[in-house]
């Protein structure tokens, strides 16, 4: 089984970038398809971006398209997140997931995920 780390959090001004990284050790990286979900504070965790084992299916929250980008690197057991136009409702912890799959489209739904990050703060100050 994976285990994940995130980085990358912290305190950022509104229209600022941050980029989160994950990073996956214990398991076999290219066979996870991996997501990055978020809790804001007094809410419950929500889907935020997913990408396919291959990288070449991302999808999106429609509150982060066009702003948000997830991608990865296999040979580095790397996912990341970057995040641009930041705004203070995308403030939250962030957590890195991920499940094993055959399938060449991710899921965006939390309960496929079977491996979570202990998550990293973001905060978007306005």
């Known amino acids: 089984q994976v285990q994940l780390v995130e980085s990358g959090g912290g305190l950022v001004q509104a229209g600022g970038s941050l980029r989160l990284s994950c990073v996956g050790s214990?398991?076999?990286?290219?066979?996870?398809?991996m997501g990055w979900f978020r809790q804001p504070p007094g809410k419950e965790r929500e889907f935020v971006a997913t990408?396919?084992?291959?990288?070449?299916?991302?999808y999106y929250a429609g509150s982060v398209k066009g702003r948000f980008t997830i991608s990865r690197d296999n040979a580095q057991n790397m996912v990341y997140l970057q995040m641009s136009s930041l705004k203070p409702e995308d403030t939250a912890v962030y957590y890195c997931a991920a499940y094993v799959t055959i399938a060449t489209t991710p899921s965006p739904q939390s309960y496929e995920y079977d491996y979570w990050g202990q998550g990293t703060q973001v905060t978007v100050s306005s």
């Open positions: 990408i396919s084992r291959a990288g070449t299916v991302q």
């Open positions: 214990g398991g076999t990286f290219h066979e996870y398809a």
